[in-house]
Each structure stands twice: as structure tokens, then as C-alpha cells.
């Protein structure tokens, strides 16, 4: 069974650049979502679909990221525009269901922000 | 609320055990143990649903003490391949749409 697919791996920009990160989760899982790892720190979770609707987008800071799940499979991550404070790894998940599920990580977007 | 993992980090030698504590402020429905190598995605160890349940893999096991909102990791005989950093998420019963992770804690072994 093929694992969460991330890209790409690794993304240097500047300042108000804006980026886009995409994630393939595993077949025939139901749920995705998005994580912020900063450096040292866990994951914090900043949105997460149930099919390609949004379950929790809580944590999202929506003035300058936006994510969508069209078509309820792949999904893409934006930033526009970006803040130094944005660098950190992002990564995508994947679970059969819902939050009780095992999630399955992808390897992640390294961001760094300059 | 952010779960509280303790120690931050602890150095063993190979062979020795070690214990990781996860402590919530809110009554919890569930706890999810990964490990995290470095530049690597956390993977998944175990979830514990039930109060006072333990489980295991390989010579990993935890427990999940309900009452005291909180679980403990237990890694024994622990292996040069067991070095990481081990983050627990808990599922709180008020939310129990997602899992929120603790800051983990980095497990060195040594030779």
C-alpha cells in the first residue's frame, strides 16, 4: 500500500512569497489533514477534512493560509503571503476515519522562509 | 489544551528501560503514541481508548490511567533503533474531532 505522498520536499522563498505544498493521502482514506511542525516542537494541527469537507480548520490563520480538498483525494496547502515565522515542516495526514483512526504521516514540506 | 510530556529528553544506555509520562488538563477519550526520527514523519506506535488499558509493540508498551488523565510509554530493554523523539496526542471527549500533540520527547541511546 503506497504511503502519504508529499511535495514537493523541500521550499525556500522569501518574505510575502507566496507557496503551495500538495498531498496524495493513502487510497480509500476518508480523512486528511494538515500539520505545522515548528522546529522542536509537535504537530499542530491546522486543518482537517472528512471527505472534501472541513471537519476543524480552528487553527488555520485564514488571512494568509487556505487549503482545499477538491474531489475529496488530493489536497493542496497555500500561503500568501508568507511571514518569516512560517518556516517549519508541514505535514500532511491521512486516517481510514475519524480522529480515534490511526493517522499515517507523509515525510513532509521542509519551508523555510527567508 | 497542549498535553505535558515528561522528561523533555533522557539519554539511556542500550538495554536500560525507560519511562515517558503524557498529562492532560481535560478528561481524555483517547491517546496516540508516535515516534519521530530526525527528518523523518512521526509514526504511528499505538492508540489506547480505554481507562487503565495497556498495550503493546514489540518492547514498547502503555497504559492509560483515565481517572488521572494521563499515560505512560514504557520502553524496555530499549534498542539503539528506539532513539527519537516520542510525542503523544490526546483526543479530548469535548473535541473529539482531533488530537492535539505534546512538544515530545527526544530519547537518545547509547552504545
Known amino acids: 500500500e503506497a504511503g502519504v505522498a508529499q511535495s514537493p520536499r523541500y521550499k525556500i522563498i522569501e518574505k510575502r512569497q507566496s507557496v503551495a505544498f500538495w498531498c496524495n493521502p493513502i487510497?480509500?482514506?476518508?480523512?486528511l489533514y494538515w500539520y505545522q511542525q515548528i522546529l522542536g516542537q509537535g504537530p499542530k494541527l491546522l486543518i482537517q477534512?472528512?471527505?472534501?469537507?472541513?471537519?476543524?480548520d480552528s487553527q488555520l490563520p485564514k488571512d494568509r493560509f487556505s487549503a482545499e480538498r477538491l474531489k475529496g483525494v488530493d489536497s493542496t496547502l497555500k500561503i500568501q503571503p508568507a511571514k518569516l515565522e512560517d518556516s517549519a515542516v508541514y505535514l500532511c495526514a491521512s486516517s481510514r476515519g475519524g480522529p480515534q483512526e490511526t493517522q499515517y504521516f507523509g515525510p513532509g514540506t521542509r519551508l523555510l522562509v527567508l | 489544551q497542549q498535553p505535558v510530556q515528561s522528561p523533555q529528553a533522557v539519554i539511556l544506555r542500550e538495554g536500560e528501560d525507560a519511562v515517558i509520562n503524557c498529562s492532560s488538563s481535560?478528561?481524555?477519550?483517547?491517546v496516540h503514541w508516535y515516534r519521530q526520527k530526525h527528518g523523518e514523519a512521526p509514526v504511528f506506535l499505538m492508540i489506547?481508548?480505554?481507562?487503565?488499558e495497556q498495550k503493546g509493540h514489540e518492547k514498547i508498551s502503555a497504559s492509560f490511567n483515565e481517572k488521572k488523565q494521563q499515560s505512560s510509554l514504557y520502553l524496555t530493554a530499549s534498542q539503539l533503533s528506539y532513539s527519537g523523539t516520542y510525542f503523544c496526542?490526546?483526543?479530548?471527549?469535548?473535541?473529539?474531532?482531533?488530537?492535539?500533540f505534546g512538544s515530545g520527547t527526544r530519547l537518545s541511546i547509547r552504545p
Open positions: 477534512f472528512q471527505n472534501n469537507g472541513v471537519v476543524d
Open positions: 481535560k478528561a481524555l477519550y483517547s
Open positions: 489506547l481508548l480505554k481507562g487503565g
Open positions: 496526542g490526546t483526543g479530548p471527549y469535548s473535541s473529539a474531532s482531533k488530537i492535539i
Open positions: 487510497s480509500g482514506h476518508a480523512t
